[in-house]
Nanobody
Framework: QVQLVESGGGLVQAGGSLRLSCAAS????????MGWFRQAPGKEREFVAA???????TYYPDSVKGRFTISRDNANMVYLQMNSLKPEDTAVYSC???????????????????WGQGTQVTVSS
C-alpha cells in the first residue's frame, strides 16, 4: 500500500510559479507510475501530468503542456513544477499512484489505485 501526501499549494498571481510535492510512503515506490490531477469546484477531475516508473517518460495534456513539468526522484517524491500560471489553473491538485510492472505511462484515471488528499492552488488575476 502507498500513502501519498501533497504539499506546496498556495495563492499566486497570474504568471507566477509554484512547485507541488508529493511524498509517498512504502518501499515499493519505484513500482508505481505516478500522476497529477486537479479538480476545480463544479468541474470534473482533470488529468494534468503523468510519469512512468523510471521517470523517463512523461505526458501532459494540451492545457498544461509547456507550462507544467512532472518529475520524480529516488527519495519517494514526485513533483509538479507549474510555471506561467493562469486563473483557470485554480483547483485542488492531487497526486496518484498506479501499480505497474512495465515502464508505460498511465493515462486512465481508473487505473490509479492510491490518491493523496490534495493541495489547493489558487491563481489570482
Amino acid at each position: 500500500q502507498v500513502q501519498l501526501v501533497e504539499s506546496g499549494g498556495g495563492l499566486v498571481q497570474a504568471g507566477g510559479s509554484l512547485r507541488l510535492s508529493c511524498a509517498a510512503s512504502g518501499r515499493t515506490f519505484s513500482s508505481y507510475a505516478m500522476g497529477w490531477f486537479r479538480q476545480a469546484p463544479g468541474k470534473e477531475r482533470e488529468f494534468v501530468a503523468a510519469i512512468s516508473r523510471s521517470g523517463d517518460r512523461t505526458y501532459y495534456p494540451d492545457s498544461v503542456k509547456g507550462r507544467f513539468t512532472i518529475s520524480r526522484d529516488n527519495a519517494n517524491m514526485v513533483y509538479l513544477q507549474m510555471n506561467s500560471l493562469k486563473p483557470e489553473d485554480t483547483a485542488v491538485y492531487s497526486c496518484a499512484a498506479a501499480p505497474r510492472w512495465d515502464n508505460y505511462l498511465v493515462l486512465t484515471v481508473g487505473d490509479y489505485m492510491y490518491w493523496g488528499q490534495g493541495t489547493q492552488v489558487t491563481v489570482s488575476s
